[in-house]
């Protein structure tokens, strides 16, 4: 039996907490505040803020991205298409840097081997 996979399109911000959630699944020594100051703080100067980025949570469309698929893949290429790329460059820095692999899997409704 095929499945057949939907890619849901997704917004940045909705990127961004997914995001989020990752880095806080995972229990890592940094948050998506600490790689969108490393991305968007020197370039932005007196006018960086990063206290959007606590509103997100009471976004209905963002929480609404929490109940639909998505990986690592999806949040990267997101980012990637909106023109966050300083983000994903601080993620592999921060990666990197700790000795963090990569690895993913996306399972949905396997059947069960008889």
Do not use: C
């Amino acid at each position: 039996m095929t499945q057949e996979f939907h890619h849901t399109e997704y917004t940045p911000d909705q990127a961004f907490y997914q995001l989020d959630f990752y880095l806080k699944a995972l229990n890592l020594p940094f948050s998506l505040k600490d790689l969108y100051k490393k991305a968007y703080a020197e370039r932005l100067g007196p006018h960086y803020s990063d206290d959007w980025l606590d509103d997100l949570e009471h976004d209905p469309d963002v929480q609404e991205s929490m109940s639909t698929p998505f990986t690592a893949k999806t949040i990267v290429e997101t980012l990637m298409k909106n023109g966050h790329e300083s983000i994903i460059r601080a993620l592999l820095r921060h990666s990197r840097k700790l000795g963090i692999g990569y690895s993913q899997a996306y399972i949905v409704g396997i059947e069960k081997w008889k």
